[in-house]
């Protein structure tokens, strides 16, 4: 499972641009809380920068590649890091954007990913049973993506038009160029490929994209406010915001998956950087983040609380089922998929904190039925009562979830959902780490089984 970051981020190793409306109320939230250094690193005179102070009559008139030059070398200050290499870049209309993102949907290996990952979203619920993730994530990239960075061949692309002068290179256009610039910075320092190698999961390779999506970002909004007065930025949040309104419907876990790197991203970065600039980005790149859990509690991060292994048994439903994908959810999924499913935020995050851990498995049989085993491992046996009873109270509100077992004493709890019957349990493992366990199939006795399975096997990795 790849997601947003999971299948295109990750798989592709493409680093996408979203509306840069995210990018605009995350600035103007920074400069409303007071607990958020928002004042932009300085910035030399470029000419770009000079442009924006000087009088009308005596603007230089500046060519594509000076414009651009003006932006990489603003960037680079910022940034804090010395020119790399020149890179291609391509400037693309809308219509252009949308084929390079299908050429990465429509390969093989994307393809098969999120077969996988629509088999585990259904069962949980998260998108209709008759719905086909790819044409969902087409539908969104391609009305949503401004630009992207691919670090394999090294060149990135941006929603524009070079070829009418430089006057048709609108703010945008030059926040998304300075956005992927980023990119191409952090890739001839760090390496963003060996960089994503170090992921052992999928929690971890969104923690590890909301490090780079956040450097980004929190770079681009300082560039942002360091170039442009207040009426162009009003111009443009308002231009955004038109923009957001004609996104094309999507579940509610699909945006706020592809949202993440970039807000919480940022919100990450930004408290690393009030303990050290840029310098400490650099530090974290070094040492990045394991878990989502990390990137939203940062003193996890700082203290280096490690993720528990958690392992599922192949085995665990019986041998005429075989196991499709094994992987991490992490305290953002679960708490996003509480938020999809009808929690409220706070709620929901309120659960899913305390995390400390977790696998899940996603089972096939010859028939083509499909079965999900999960894992969670919790920080105390508080933490693990509040999340199933946040998730119990968020199926008992829904109409699309029924009650088929109250969970009494030695007894599961039981509902039917979309995506077929649950089973929910929570037992301890030695002193601390309490676990709870969350089995979804076809049918009741196969989802009792499975969930049995997991209470019974060793479920803490050796």
Not at 92 to 98: H, P, T
Not at 432 to 449: F, K, R, Y
Request: proline content about 5%; hydrophobic content about 40%.
């Amino acid at each position: 499972m790849s997601g947003f970051g999971r299948v295109c981020v990750r798989a592709t190793g493409f680093r996408l641009l979203l509306p840069v409306s995210f990018v605009l109320l995350l600035a103007i939230g920074c400069l409303s809380d007071p607990d958020v250094d928002s004042t932009p690193t300085s910035v030399p005179e470029t000419t770009a920068t000079a442009s924006l102070s000087t009088p009308e009559s005596e603007v230089p008139i500046l060519t594509v590649e000076e414009l651009l030059a003006s932006i990489e070398r603003g960037v680079e200050e910022i940034r804090g890091i010395d020119a790399p290499p020149p890179v291609e870049y391509r400037f693309v209309d809308q219509a252009g954007m949308q084929e390079r993102l299908k050429e990465e949907l429509t390969d093989p290996e994307v393809l098969s990913q999120i077969i996988l990952e629509s088999a585990l979203f259904k069962l949980l619920g998260v998108i209709p049973l008759d719905s086909d993730l790819g044409e969902i994530y087409e539908g969104l990239f391609g009305s949503q993506v401004l630009g992207l960075y691919d670090p394999e061949e090294e060149e990135f692309f941006v929603l524009g038009d070079d070829q009418s002068g430089v006057d048709s290179i609108d703010i945008e256009a030059q926040l998304t160029y300075a956005h992927e610039y980023v990119h191409r910075l952090q890739d001839a320092k760090f390496d963003l490929e060996v960089l994503e190698e170090l992921a052992t999961g999928d929690d971890m390779s969104i923690a590890i994209s909301a490090l780079i999506e956040g450097d980004a970002t929190s770079a681009q909004s300082q560039y942002m406010l360091a170039n442009y007065d207040f009426l162009e930025l009003v111009e443009l949040f308002d231009s955004a915001l038109a923009a957001q309104s004609e996104r094309p419907d999507s579940p509610v876990f699909i945006q706020k998956s592809l949202e993440f790197p970039y807000t919480d991203g940022a919100a990450f970065v930004a408290i690393i950087l009030q303990m050290g600039g840029f310098a400490a980005v650099d530090a974290v790149f070094a040492d990045p983040p394991k878990s989502t859990e990390q990137v939203l509690h940062v003193e996890k991060y700082l203290d280096g609380e490690l993720p528990i292994e958690v392992d599922i048994p192949d085995d665990a439903i019986g041998d005429e089922w075989t196991v499709q994908a094994e992987n991490v959810l992490g305290e953002f999924f679960l708490r996003t998929w509480l938020e999809a499913i009808g929690s409220e935020s706070a709620s929901a995050a309120t659960a899913a904190a305390g995390w400390g851990g977790d696998a899940y498995a996603v089972f096939e049989n010859d028939s083509g039925e499909t079965a999900l085993a999960v894992s969670i491992a919790w920080d105390s046996s508080t933490d693990a009562r509040e999340f199933i009873t946040e998730l119990s109270q968020t199926f008992a509100a829904s109409p699309d979830y029924k009650s088929r077992g109250n969970g009494l004493d030695g007894v599961p709890e039981s509902w039917e959902g979309p995506g077929g019957y649950i089973v929910l349990s929570r037992w301890s493992v030695g002193d601390e780490n309490d676990i709870v366990g969350i089995s979804i199939a076809p049918t009741s006795g196969l989802s009792h089984e499975l969930n049995f399975a997991l209470t019974t096997e060793q479920s803490l990795a050796e």
